[in-house]
T-cell receptor, first 113, second 111 residues
Framework: SAVISQKPSRDICQRGTSLTIQCQVD?????MFWYRQQPGQSLTLIAT?????????ESGFVIDKFPISRPNLTFSTLTVSNMSPEDSSIYLC??????????FGPGTRLTVT | KQEVTQIPAALSVPEGENLVLNCSFT??????LQWFRQDPGKGLTSLLL?????REQTSGRLNASLDKSSGRSTLYIAASQPGDSATYLC??????????FGAGTQVVVTP
């Protein structure tokens, strides 16, 4: 299994600002995933982050709004840019092991006022 | 486009009863299926992973079945306890590891 940590665990931000969320894994992984969980909803995949290449975004998500960095095999960041109240969500990163099982970080709870 | 449905949306049972949670998906071309548990305000905990070639997986009081051809999975939790109260999420994965989640079943086990 993988142990994943995220920073910050929660934040309250003002409209129009940006927040960068960090995700750290205790082992090297090829692919990392970023998900969003809006209030009362299930999880939706934002993008897949591979080390050494551009992130791949799902329909409805764009790089200008959610830029992602993946500088090495244990770390990734997701930035939520130019925030609006609609961005208030829990943001989670995940990794997949060689057996295909996925593990999630504890999440970052973002509130935009 | 893959769609994942979980029924029921909510379930309340007295302690000791068995729980049966259902998950269906529209595209049978899945890589695997995973059941998660989510406690309020927390992240996801992996419960069981079923590979597409498998029919069943068991871990303690938990048993999950998979019928890929009919697009269904069922999670059974035997002899429920108040600590089993949580939201249970079903997710199917493609070969790239992208997960498509159901909306979840919110379970309450009353003492």
């Amino acid at each position: 299994s993988a142990v994943i940590s995220q920073k910050p665990s929660r934040d309250i931000c003002q409209r129009g600002t940006s927040l960068t969320i960090q995700c750290q894994v205790d082992s090297q992984v090829t692919m990392m995933f970023w998900y969003r969980q809006q209030p009362g909803q299930s999880l939706t995949l934002i993008a897949t982050a591979n080390q050494g290449s551009e992130a791949t975004y799902e329909s409805g998500f764009v790089i200008d709004k959610f830029p992602i960095s993946r500088p090495n095999l244990t770390f990734s960041t997701l930035t939520v840019s130019n925030m609006s109240p609609e961005d208030s969500s829990i943001y989670l990163c995940s990794v997949r092991d060689t057996a295909g099982e996925q593990y999630f970080g504890p999440g970052t709870r973002l509130t935009v006022t | 486009k893959q769609e994942v449905t979980q029924i029921p949306a909510a379930l309340s049972v007295p302690e000791g009863e068995n729980l049966v949670l259902n998950c269906s998906f529209t595209d049978s071309a899945i890589y695997n299926l995973q059941w998660f548990r989510q406690d309020p305000g927390k992240g996801l905990t992996s419960l069981l992973l079923i590979q597409s070639s498998q029919r069943e997986q068991t871990s303690g009081r938990l048993n999950a079945s998979l019928d890929k051809s009919s697009g269904r999975s069922t999670l059974y939790i035997a002899a429920s306890q108040p600590g089993d109260s949580a939201t249970y999420l079903c997710a199917v994965s493609d070969s790239w590891g992208k997960l498509q989640f159901g909306a979840g079943t919110q379970v309450v086990v009353t003492p």
